[in-house]
Nanobody, 126 residues
């Protein structure tokens, strides 16, 4: 069974940085866009960022623009989310997901993603 593995979460102080990684097991995903989502208890899963299959096109939620950077290395079959200037509001479980399309949708709806990872916890606290 194909799974996506998200890693790199942890505890960091406000203003700090983390880099999340997403890799698939059992397949390659360079034909599809990859998205990062986050979720806190009691709230809907929020689209954070997305990168197209080629890596030429990206999407960022307004809340993370200028602080997060998404990239992909198809040779290593890995997508990264570099998170800088972290805030307590960034605390959440972060998930990576594979889109049904090669491009990033405008609305970053979870309906456009058909393969999900198990999530990694990011906690921003002093």
């Amino acid at each position: 069974e194909v799974q996506l593995q998200a890693s790199g979460g942890g505890l960091v102080q406000p203003g700090g940085s983390l880099r999340l990684s997403c890799t698939p097991s059992g397949s390659i995903f360079d034909d599809y866009a990859i998205g990062w989502f986050r979720q806190v208890p009691g709230k809907e899963r929020e689209g954070v960022s997305c990168v197209s299959s080629s890596g030429d096109s990206t999407y960022y939620a307004d809340s993370v623009k200028g602080r997060f950077t998404i990239s992909r290395d198809n040779a290593k079959n890995t997508v990264y989310l570099q998170m800088d200037s972290l805030k307590p509001d960034d605390t959440a479980v972060y998930f990576c997901a594979e889109s049904e399309h090669w491009y990033c949708g405008k609305d970053q709806s979870t309906d456009e993603y058909d393969l999900w990872g198990q999530g990694t916890q990011v906690t921003v606290s002093s």
